[in-house]
């Protein structure tokens, strides 16, 4: 036993040293914007710097990037290496977080190694948005309602992408109230603190905040670097309508700005059809906490991989959804390694190791970007077939149902200690 703890000790430790070796490297184009967002900050103040940001982040984004820059002035840090130190400290922070809640050594050392790439290296700001997402979904399974609308709400304060899975965590929560006295309970409880961190932000950071919803819906790039449905129809249109949108650049599709309108209508369309499915099916068939990780998962990859205006970093909630589903289910390591690998491929074929966008991802005279966003899609069809509720036999079923009441038995038991 202490041979295996001290083991996955150092794996740990190996792997926290290779994320603080990142410390250096460049990042992509979007740390200017942070290091933009910090002056703004300082010079006009927290709340018109926001404004002047004129950005498509919630405030939160903007007040960690103010307090990190802060923290490194008093150490006598410039501003590149308080945001990549903050960035360090929240993938730790999230990998212990998984430790803490499942003590699975293993997979929080594959969740630091899994997110390492998106947030230190190429300094990207979902790890922000991870502790309280991860936080809120450990109190959804306590049954704390209140806890999880806090922290549910802080992460939608730093990134607006947690919102996708709000339907299926609200049902989720309401679905186990057993009587309606309980349920009115619940909905308080699951609604007022978010809505008060609502108000809150608008109270203080005024209209902007609605704004900067606002910008985050309309991005109009078909596919903006990420392997998905519309990265194909991006290629297909380089390839096959050059006098339009332009042929390929040395080989390599460049995304499309603004979408084809037809092509919007009918991503968007297709979008919503397969959320709505997996929400139907979730509402149906979904009771147990291992079935609203899966549910949730396959309804945030069906905005990925097909509504437009994606770009490469936003498979990070998957891949936190993801780590999840393996935290409470061993059998779903697979999927979280699967999910892993395509979202660290995204983000290695765009912008390389340290934000590089010099292409060097072309084999046998393919951009491999083509191929991958293939497989992304194919990985998502097979979620999607997989999320179709199973008739089960009675056995089965009561199987099932045993196995909910020994959930709610056991919370009740925890509840009354």
Known sequence: MWHSRSRDALVFL?????ALSRLESRGVGDVNLWLNWIHNSETH????????????YPPLSSVLLWLA????????????????????????????????????????????????????????LDVY??????????????????????????????????LITAPFLLFYALAHARSEERRVRHMLALIVPGAMLAVAAVSLFGVEVLRSFGRSMAHGALSANALNANWIATHALHVFTPETYGPLVGGYAT?????????????????????????????????TFRELIRYSLTGYLAYFILNIGVHENHLFLAVILAAVGAAVDD????????????????????????????????????????????????????????SRPVTADPVEGEDAQALLGREVAGQDLRDRR
């Open 255 to 287: 995304y499309i700005h603004p979408a084809p309108c037809g092509l919007t209508l009918v991503s968007q369309l297709v979008f919503a059809g397969a959320y709505l499915t997996c929400l139907v099916r979730f509402v149906r068939s979904g009771r």
């Open 331 to 386: 059998e779903r390591w697979s999927r979280f390694a699967l999910w892993a690998i395509v979202a660290n491929v995204n983000l290695l074929l765009f912008y390389g190791i340290d934000g590089s966008v010099s292409p060097s991802s072309r084999v046998v005279g393919v951009d491999l970007a083509l191929p991958f966003a293939c497989v992304a899609v194919g990985l998502f069809l097979r979620e999607l077939r997989l």
């Open 14 to 18: 190996v792997l926290s040293l290779l």
């Open 129 to 162: 948005m991870a502790p309280p997402f991860l936080l809120a979904l450990w109190a959804l399974e306590r049954r704390r309602p209140l806890l999880f609308s806090l922290a549910f709400g802080l992460s939608c304060l730093v990134k607006w992408q947690p």
């Open 45 to 56: 103040g927290l709340i018109p710097g926001y404004e002047r940001n004129v950005a498509d």
């Open 69 to 124: 820059a802060r923290a490194g002035r008093s150490l006598g840090a410039s501003e590149f290496t308080a945001l990549k130190v903050s960035l360090y400290l929240f993938l730790i922070g999230t990998a212990a977080g998984f430790w803490l809640w499942c003590r699975k050594r293993l997979l929080a050392s594959a969740v630091l190694a899994a997110l390492t790439l998106s947030s230190v290296s190429l300094g990207y």
